[in-house]
C-alpha cells in the first residue's frame, strides 16, 4: 500500500466524516474541559497547514501544522481513519508534518494529546519519532491529568 500525503482544505466534503470522527473519539476519550479538537474552519486558518492522507481513492488519515512563534509549530488533529488503522497512514502523516515543519524552519515541533488508554498508539508513534514528554505550551492548562504534552528538537 502506498500512502500519499498531500495538502488539502479540511473544509472540503471529502473531510466533514473523518473531522467528525475525530471529534467524537475526542468526546468519548477526554473530558470537556480538556479537549482541543479543532473543527474544519479553524484548521483552515492562515497560521496552520492541512493535509489528508489517501490510499487510492479513499481518505486514510489527516493532520496539520499550527505555527506557533517563528520557531515553534504544534501538530493538529492527527487522526487516522479507523478503516485505515495499523496499515502505517499515521507514520506517513508524521513524517510528512515532521518535513513540512522542518522546511518553514520550525526548531520545535510540539503536541498535545490525551493521556486514556485509547490514545496509547499516539503516544507510542510520536515516541517512536523522537518526541518526548515536556510542559504545557501555548496556554493548555498545566499539571492536568487528561493531557501530554510532548515536543521535538528539529534543529541539527
Known sequence: MVIAVR???????????????????????????????????ALAAPDTAFFTAWDGD??????????????????????????????GVGTAMLRALIAVASADGVAWLRLETGTDHAFAPARALYRRFGFVDCAAFAGYPADSPHNCYMTLDLEP
Open 7 to 41: 495538502r488539502d482544505d479540511p473544509r472540503s466534503p471529502a473531510v466533514a466524516a473523518l473531522l467528525a470522527e475525530h471529534h467524537a473519539f475526542s468526546q468519548a476519550s477526554t473530558d470537556a474541559g480538556f479537549r482541543f479538537v479543532l473543527g474544519g474552519e
Open 58 to 87: 479513499a481518505l486514510a488519515g489527516m493532520g496539520a501544522v499550527k505555527r506557533l512563534a517563528d520557531d515553534e509549530a504544534e501538530l493538529k488533529s492527527m487522526r487516522t481513519a479507523d478503516a485505515h488503522r495499523r496499515k
